[in-house]
């Protein structure tokens, strides 16, 4: 057998043992998103990466996932930002937000398994929701879900509301008070959460981070 046959499955981490801050990015793409919503939401996704790679801290210890919901898929699976490849979401489908949140879940728990498995130590994930509407299938196993790991601190969930979302479902959902986005202002989203990611990124794991509030009167989101 050729060499180059021989791949170690653990290759990703021993060419980067550093720790990982993975992020769970769940995106509604419903049929209620289409027009200048979505466009919003792929230039937004474009430029989260470019801020990320301009940090080489945060290439090597950040690593990103993206989960659509309408239908539910993994659109993009975990990987540092240089891997990262925004995709082109479309929307179409209804708002399958429990299922969506339910497979976030499942594929943290996957992720933290092969950290543990190749001593890769990490930082707690981040959950990161983002919806136009509210939920079209069964959320509240999965609000229980979110309700247990935050308890553990297993991991952080964050919700934003865009345009015409059920506020009063995601603050069901989340345990922290979720945000309405100002418009359709997801390039300064992202640029705020590539900012929060960076920051988590120059700590070591387990510190308190103090994140710069986004519902200011300057910032993205109102409460």
């Not at 180059?4 to 509604?28: G, H, K, S, T, V």
């Amino acid at each position: 057998m050729f060499e180059f046959d021989q791949i170690p499955f653990a290759a990703e981490f021993a060419e980067n043992p550093e720790p990982r801050c993975p992020c769970i990015l769940l995106l509604d793409t419903s049929y209620s998103m289409s027009g200048q919503p979505i466009d919003e939401l792929n230039r937004g996704l474009a430029s989260f990466k470019e801020e990320l790679m301009t940090d080489s801290m945060s290439v090597k210890r950040i690593e990103l996932a993206v989960v659509s919901f309408g239908p539910v898929q993994a659109t993009s699976d975990f990987g540092t930002p240089d891997d990262f490849y925004p995709p082109m979401l479309t929307a179409s489908g209804n708002t399958p937000m429990g299922a969506a949140i339910e497979k976030a879940v499942s594929m943290l728990e996957t992720r933290k398994n092969v950290y543990k498995q190749n001593g890769i130590s990490y930082y707690r994930p981040w959950i990161f929701l983002i919806t136009d509407g509210a939920p079209t299938d069964d959320w509240q196993r999965a609000a229980s879900l979110v309700r247990e790991g935050e308890a553990a601190k297993s991991f952080m969930f964050f919700a934003v509301g865009v345009e015409n979302a059920d506020m009063n479902v995601l603050g069901q959902i989340a345990t922290r008070t979720p945000l309405k986005l100002k418009g359709l202002r997801f390039a300064d989203l992202f640029s705020w959460l590539s900012n929060s990611l960076n920051s988590v990124s120059h700590s070591t794991p387990g510190d308190q981070i103090r994140l710069e509030n986004p519902a200011s009167p300057e910032g993205w989101a109102l409460i």
